[in-house]
DNA sequence: TACGTGTACTATACTAGTTAGTACACTTGG
DNA sequence: CCAAGTGTACTAACTAGTATAGTACACGTA
């Protein structure tokens, strides 16, 4: 999945979601230091406000562990989501699946879609 | 799924999904007749350009079939979607899991989540 | 001919997102 | 200690999307 294809995502979504990615793939591990705010923000070619927008935001999510003065880190584990979380989560899925169904899209198709994230 | 909780969705985002819903889950057919965009209006306490962009939006996803003077009905089958649109979707699709995994939800959970929409 | 239908258009208002620039508090290394 | 690097906070301006209101038009039907 290529984050660049995304195009009705915003900067700061496009770049918390390839962050995630990285992190579900193992490329980035616990513990690992992220790119300054500044450093992120010259290879990613965005304002340092977007990419603090982001971290921000995988802070948020509980996937990444800000420390001021020091730096941002993968965190150690993802934060146990709250139940409203949860729930916000399940809905967009539900929202997605009722959507792909309505237009077409059969079941088999998505439980392939689905498997394919956990292979190998 | 109640699309009511979808705080974060626009009123026609949320008019689209409900009505793709009642499709999918059989309360409207193929060839039923939507109350005009007036009447919509009304009942769902929304502007009647709202409910014009709803419906727009549905005829675009090959959902419903509009005739203007007539009215607006359910298409017989959905239209067969673009390999770019099919393609758009997968994307979204994958995006949320990876969310949702990075987060700590399970491939168990999320295959329920999915298989709750093919019971009965 | 009336009426109901979807549609188009203008105008206004509000919100979210992005960029830019500046400044501050904190931590680290020389 | 001090300079550099860190995340953060704040204002300002611009863009795009959303929602509402009102008006008008073209079409199909009874």
Redesign the interface.
């Known amino acids: 999945?290529d984050?660049a294809?995304?195009g009705?995502?915003a900067y700061y979504e496009r770049l918390v979601?390839k962050i995630?990615?990285q992190?579900?793939r193992g490329v980035l591990q616990p513990g690992d230091k992220l790119p300054s705010v500044r450093d992120m923000a010259r290879s990613e070619q965005l304002n340092p406000n977007t990419v603090a927008k982001a971290y921000k935001q995988l802070e948020l999510?509980?996937?990444m562990e800000v420390q001021p003065g020091r730096g941002s880190f993968i965190a150690q584990?993802?934060?146990?989501?709250s139940q409203t979380?949860?729930?916000e989560?399940?809905?967009?899925?539900?929202?997605?699946?009722?959507?792909?169904?309505?237009?077409?899209?059969d079941?088999a198709t998505?439980?392939t879609?689905?498997a394919a994230?956990?292979e190998g």
């Not at 584990?77 to 989501?81: F, G, L």
């Open positions: 999945m984050p294809e995304l009705h995502l979601l995630k990615e992190i579900v999510d509980g996937v584990r993802p934060r146990k989501m979380e949860k729930v989560l399940k809905n967009r899925f539900d929202a997605l699946v009722v959507t792909a169904t309505a237009q077409g899209v079941e998505l439980k879609w689905l994230h956990f």
